[in-house]
């Protein structure tokens, strides 16, 4: 497959690309889950997927590089990370229709390592493989109200929760708000208010 069919939007390929992006608390994952039922009960054939897909690279990042991370190291591992991604779930589904729901994508490569220190749109351009999604939202929380929703709670990646760190990670998503990449919702909310306004945003961009 070329980089140009790959860049294409994934409508081409029969099914929707639907991203969910936010910081950790937003509620993407709970509300990627809702959705999947509700696309089902309406008839679409849904699935869930999400990034890093824990992929051999992100593995080898973890163990094996973990003393030479940094922000460029970070951004490549998870590009390369999502090529396999891309690959072997998104396109896959989608040329067979599905919607897929994705929890996570390039847009959060560009806000965590652009918080780290890598450019936001060199990192936006080591990602140009990938297809872009029909539609992504951006879940907007407080960075404070993020972590107490997820205190107790596990995570993959704690080296990105402090507070000061998801301030800048924040700024980056809303960057790429103004630049028209990401449809924002406020998740500051009530969970059943958020999930509503997603749910009808949808469907005005479902074909």
């Known amino acids: 497959m070329t980089v140009e069919e790959n860049t294409s939007k994934s409508r081409k390929y029969g099914g929707f690309f639907l991203v969910l992006e936010g910081l ?15 696309l089902n009960e309406k008839g679409y054939e849904a699935v869930y997927t999400y990034e890093p897909y824990d992929t051999k690279y992100v593995e080898a990042l973890k163990k094996h590089y973990n003393e030479y ?9 998870y590009a390369a990370d ?6 072997s779930v998104v396109l896959p589904y989608l040329q067979k229709g599905y919607v897929v729901v994705c929890d996570r994508y390039y847009y959060s490569s560009a806000a965590y390592q652009g918080a780290q220190g890598a450019p936001l749109e060199w990192v936006l351009e080591i990602n140009k493989y990938a297809p872009e999604p029909d539609l992504a939202i951006y879940l907007d929380v407080e960075p404070e109200i993020g972590i107490s929703r997820r205190m107790g709670k596990e995570t993959r ?13 924040r700024e980056n998503y809303l960057l790429m708000v103004k630049k028209g990449l990401l449809k924002m919702i406020d998740a500051n909310r009530d969970f ?9 945003l949808i469907l005005e961009y479902l074909p």
């Open 157 to 169: 990646f704690p080296e990105y929760e402090k507070l000061d760190f998801l301030i800048k990670v």
């Open 82 to 87: 999502r090529i396999v991604h891309v690959k």
């Open 24 to 38: 950790d608390g937003a509620g993407k994952t709970s509300i990627a889950e809702k959705l999947i039922d509700f």
């Open 192 to 200: 059943e208010q958020v999930y509503l306004d997603v749910e009808k």
């Open 69 to 77: 991370r940094d922000a460029f190291l970070d951004a490549l591992t």
